[in-house]
Structure formats: structure tokens, C-alpha cells
């Protein structure tokens, strides 16, 4: 736990931790030595990353440090490009996620994502939050959707606003209703894990504040990662957080020792605004 | 001395005549600007060039009237001119004849030709020269006045002070908005031209007997039932969307979302060759490829049936041309159309949708068939609408390949006949401009332009509706 925070072994070791509220955390997700590239450019180095379950992680560093596109390693997202190809491992419950027999459109089903500008379907709110229940099968009657739908919308903190016009467009709702109702869709289908990417950079402060205390809520359920901008949404939302630089992880650790005491000199550059 | 004026190349001489005016103007304003704005002169609104184009211009635009003034009426003028100094036995003359008449005169004149002709003819193209020379004078004079008029004008307004710059602004907006009307001013002249030879077809033949009659025969009998003519449109516009519409649709999802890079840039640009085709190469390709092999299966099910006793005569028609031949080409013709038009859409469609769906857990598939389709939709559908219009007004390939023959049947083996194969007919070879024969024409033209620009407008509607979508 000394100043090689960056050794992998050492990493996953901080990993299991004693939380006194909850209990033995332990890692939910283990990556071990992920590269990245695009192309012949390599975006990402060898980075070894524990994530524990039941908090949030919070992925912080100057924009272009790679930290969106780590999040995207963890439901392989990155698939979806072209270019991209992701080398390490990545274990889930036990399976690496980028073994090749493993089904990314399954994995994504058990490893949710929000996005950074909200982006509801072109269709209602009960659509958007059914759509997910449907493709996988979640739902066995047409009661059993509801109970999902509604569940959902409860979990996201959304469902007093919306209950009486669930048939109205997603894309009438504001902005920060937007980015709960997504919250709400990634839930519907009962993932383990939630990725978020910058949720609130689109939003306004009272917007942003509801979403934080929501993910505050939902850790309770799920692990949660969370690539953020803002230092003090870091602070705010966190239990443990990573920084990021060049594409390398620099430091991770408590929320509170990386922005009290930071080991690196360059994170401490970084939290108190010397650059990036 | 006149006479000779006559012979001057107006259009040459104009042109020259401008250019070196509008020149030398821009030069006079802008060394007159250039006198008080120097690098030290800090209170010029407008660099010289401006002061030269704004003085340039407004010597050139007078003269320019002028002599576009001249271009449209400068030889009725001289015709209006001469004719009513002609002698007596002239005004008695009808009209057409006398234009005749002019004509000759004209080329006449216009070719030095005149010395043999007898002696009335040579004078009167004597005195046509001398006006003509009289005319082509004082244009050029009063474009000259005009000019300078303008010149004088513009040069006393540069000052230091002047906002010249503005004012060229303002005037190369009015250029292009010129430029914009003189399309429109086209077209309310095209559609005007066919109302009022429909009206003129419409005063001999009641409209609701060419909308609603069946039995259409322009050419031998005066019979303008139209209804042949829609439904033979309809049907073959119909069996080209019936291949059009899925194989486009599908084409374009299959290049937006499905391709990777390499094959899109093989894939479409060939796609986009084949909208290049001439229709004509499409009309023979169906008249000599498509429509026998049909005629032959039509013929093949046609004994087949009767061998099994299924039937006991014919049941197709197995016409040598006919309406699937030709909608089955249509088809593959305005495919480039659907697909294209549906492929923009569909990339229209933001990125982030897809990674949403993508990050739930949905397939590819599942992704184009609940996200990307429905959103895409209202382009799509105005993609096909665009289709629809271009099918129904396409020509060449319906009269290479649909027949002649104006009938309503619902057997695709049968040759049929469209609005535009009947307009085709009817304009072409000897025609008349005052029989309901050739009026019939304008009305079916009408007609079609009145279809075309219904789907035309929907299109639109549903593309503008479906642009407040995203942002």
C-alpha cells in the first residue's frame, strides 16, 4: 500500500477492504493489465483496476486520459468500433468478459451503461423503460412489464413525475428527467452493474444534484463506475476513485485519501487544478 | 449610313461595351477612394476596392437593363415599326402570314441575301435594316447615357464616410435573389402555360368526362376518358415500388449499418451508377430482355394450366409488352432513389441511440428494428414518396416497354399505358396546337403535375416534421 500503488498485485489487494458500514466489499470487477488500442495508437496502458461491489467508483483526469474509454472496456462497448482492439483480462463473476466466447450482447444485459447526453428512444416512457424487458424476455405478462416499468421508474426517483403520462414521448421530458429515465432503462434490465459517463455534463446543478443523490441510492444494489469532469462530483458521489493520465491509472484509492492526501504528485497537481 | 448600323453584332458589342464601362468604373471609384484612405487614415469606413465595386456597379447595372431591355423587345419593336409603315394590301394580310412574311424579311437581312428578290421585297428589307440600325443606335446611346448617369451618380457619393461596403453587400443579395426567382418565375410560367391549355381542353371536353371516362382514344376517335391512362400509371408505379421500396430499404440498412467501411465505399458508389443509367438503356434493357422472358413464363403457366385442367383457356394475357416488364425496371431503377435518400436518414440517426440500445443488450438487428427504424421512419417515408413521384413521372421505359394500348386490367402480363407514354403520343409527329388531340396533352400533363407535387409537398412535410426530432 506504499507509494507502487500502480502494481497490479498491491491494487487488487487494496481492493478488499473492511467497509464499516456494509461490510466486507470486495471486488466486483478485477482488470489485469488492459491495453487499448485504436489502431496503431495505443490509448490505453496496462491498467489493473479492482471495483468493488455495492459503491461507487469514480474514474477522474484531464479529457483524452482514456478513463471513457476504460468504462467502455467493462461491457465492451468498444466492439461496436471498428478500429478498437482491447487486450487483458477482465473478470466478472468469475469469467473474463473479453474471453472470446463470451456473448458481448449478453454481457451488456448484465452490465448497464448511462450515457453522457441523455438519449432517449424516439418513444414513450413506458416504451423507453420496456425495451430492455422485452429483447431479453424479463417480462411474462403484460402485469409483470408494468411491475417492471413501474419498479424502474421508482428505483430512478422518476415515477411521481411521470405516472400519469407514461405514453407521452421520452424526448418531452427535461433534461434531467431525460438522464433519469435512462438511469430508470438501464435498471429495467436488472443489471449487476451500472457504467455511467459523465451523467450530469449536460445537466444543470439542481438536475445534477437529483442524479447524485440517486446514485447515492443505488449503490445500496449495484456496483457502480462513474467517468466525471467535476472533482467535487467525485467527492460527492464516491467511495473510491481512480485517477487518469495519458492513459496510464496514475492512483486509486478511498475517495477521501486521494483528495486529502493524494500519494502522486501528479494527482495532487491534478484535484488542486495545477492542470488538465 | 443606318443601313448599316443594322448589321451590328448587338450581343458582342454589349457585352464589350459593359465589361469596359463596369471597368473602367471600379478603377475611377477606386482611385478616388484610394486619395483619403491611406494606412494612416483611421476614420474610412470602406477599403477602396468598395468605393470601385460600388461605383462599377452602378454603372453596369443601368446598362445592363438597357440592354436587356433591348434583347426582349428590341426586335418586336422593329417588326411593330415596320409592319405599320408596310402599304395597304400588307395590313390586310392575316396575322400568321404577315409573321411569315417578317421572318423572311428578317433572315433576309440578316444574310445580305436580298439583291435578287423583287423590288418591294429588297425595300421593305431596306427600311427593316434602317430601323433595325435606327434601334441597335439608340440603344446603344441610351445605355451609354444610362451609364454615365449612373457613374456620376455613384462617384459623388464616395466620400470617407460612405459605407460602400454595406451597399455591395446589399446589391450581391439582390443579384442572388435574381438568380433564385428567375427558377421560380420558371416554373409559375410552366404550370401557368398547362392551366391555360387545359382550361382551352377543358372548355371543349367536360372535365369530369376525361377525369372519370374508361374509354380513352385520342388518336382516331375524340375519346378522353383518362381513367385507363391513371390506372395504367398506378399499376406500374405500384409493381416498381413493390421491388423498389424493400430492396432499397434494405440496401440502405444493410450500407449504414451493417458494411464496414471498405464495402460502403465499393458498395454505394455503384449503387449511385446505377441512378446515372440513361432510361432510355433501361427502356430497351426491358423492352428486349424483360418483357420476352415474362411474355415466355406467361405463356409456359398459361399451357401448363390448361395441360392439368386447371383452366380452360388462357388465363394470361402474355402480351410481347407489358405492365410488369416495365414496372419490374422501373423498380430497379429508382432503387438508388430509396436507398440513397433512406441511407442519409439513416445515418441522420444519432450514434447515441444506437449505443444505447447496444448497451442494454440488444443485437444489431434488434437495434435497426425497434431504435433506428422507428426513428429513421418519417425520412424513409418521404424517400419513398420522392420515389413514387419520380416512378410516376418516368417516361422512356414505359414507352419502350408498357405498350400503347389505354385499358384497365389487373393482369400484370397485359400491355398497358400511362400518362406520360399518351403525352409522348400525342406531341410527337404531325400535330396541330388548336385540336382537343393535342389539348388532351396539356391536361394529362397537369394532371401529372398535380400528382407528382402532392407527393412532392408530403414528402417535404414529413422530412421537416422529422427534422425538429433530434436537437
Sequence with gaps: METTMTESRDVSAAGITMDETQGLTFPRIECKNIDVFYGDKQAIFDISLPI??????????????????????????????????????????????????????????????????????????????????????????????DAIVEKSLRRAGLWDEVKDRLTSPGNSLSGGQQQRLCIARAIAVRPEVILMDEPCSALDPVATARIEELIDELRKRYCIVIVTHSMQQAARVSQRTAFFHLGELVEMGETDQIFTNPRERRTEDYITGRFG | MVQQLGHLPMGWLMLALLAMLASGAFFVGRVQAARFSGPGSARVHSRPNYHGYYVAMWTFVPAMVVALGYGLFGDGLVRSMLSSELPANFQDMPRVELDVYLNSIARAAFHHGYSGADRVFSAITNRFLELQGLIKASTIVLALVCAATGFLLARRRVAPGFRARNRVEGG????????????????????????????????????WDFLFGTRWNAQTSAEFGALPLFFGTFMIALIAMLIAAPVGLFAAIYLSEYAGPKVRGWVKPILEILAGIPTVVYGFFALLVVAPAIRSVAIWINTTLISTGLASEPLLAAQPTSALAAGLVMGIMVIPFVSSLSDDVINAVPQTLRDAAYAMGATKSETVKHVVLPAALPGIIASLLL???????????????????????????????????????????ETEFDSPKTLSAFALGLVLFVVTLFFNLIALRVVQKYREKYD
Design chain 2, 172 to 207: 450581391i443579395e439582390i443579384f442572388l435573389f435574381l438568380c433564385a426567382a428567375i427558377a421560380i418565375a420558371t416554373t409559375i410560367g410552366i404550370v401557368a402555360s398547362l392551366l391555360y391549355e387545359s382550361l382551352r381542353f377543358f372548355a371543349e371536353i367536360p372535365f
Design chain 1, 52 to 145: 468493488p461491489d455495492r459503491s461507487v467508483t469514480a474514474l477522474i483526469g484531464p479529457s483524452g486520459c482514456g478513463k471513457s474509454t476504460f468504462l467502455r472496456c467493462l461491457n465492451r462497448m468498444n466492439d461496436t468500433i471498428e478500429s478498437c482492439k482491447v487486450t487483458g483480462e477482465i473478470i466478472m463473476d468469475g469469467e473474463n468478459i473479453n474471453d472470446p466466447d463470451i456473448d458481448p450482447v449478453l454481457l451488456r444485459s448484465r452490465v448497464g451503461m448511462v450515457f453522457q447526453k441523455p438519449n432517449p428512444f424516439p418513444k414513450s416512457i413506458y416504451d423507453n423503460i420496456a425495451y430492455g424487458p422485452r429483447i431479453h424476455g424479463l417480462a411474462a405478462s403484460r402485469e409483470d412489464l
Design chain 2, 387 to 429: 420515389a413514387v413521384s419520380r416512378a410516376i413521372g418516368e417516361t422512356m421505359i414505359v414507352v419502350m416497354a408498357a405498350g400503347q394500348r389505354a385499358r384497365i386490367s389487373a393482369d400484370p402480363t397485359a400491355d398497358l399505358t400511362t400518362i406520360t407514354v399518351q403525352i409522348v403520343a400525342l406531341l410527337t409527329g
